[in-house]
């Protein structure tokens, strides 16, 4: 099988602010693209460039689900979207909201970084 880049193919992802603010990704997996243009957009927004963009409604109202079980990603996640927008523009939301935000911020931390590379020098470098 031919490798994407080999066929002068890109993967873009299609991840948000959101999903990234707490974390709700898959490292390596739905994470992984070679670009990614709604990245920094919140879910509203995203859906606001849908509209602007005419996505059929059933698939702008669709709730979200990962695919992996019947629980919509805001049931598996404990929080909504709206709740995650809002403290991203804001720094608040509902208490208990704005608590399961900052935990899954905090504990998903490693999947925003970059993984770490061992250095030494060498004589020839790679770029």
Known sequence: MELLGSLGYLVIGT???CERMVGYTTKWGDSSSDFNPIGNFTVEEVLEIGR???????????????GLGSLTDEEKMGVTYSQISEYIETGKTE???MKIIERLNKSTKHKRKE????TFERKITVD
């Open 95 to 97: 208490e208990n909201a």
């Open 115 to 118: 993984v770490p590379i061992y």
């Open 15 to 17: 991840g948000n602010l």
């Open 52 to 66: 602007y963009l005419k996505v059929p409604d059933k698939i702008i109202n669709k709730p979200p689900n990962d």
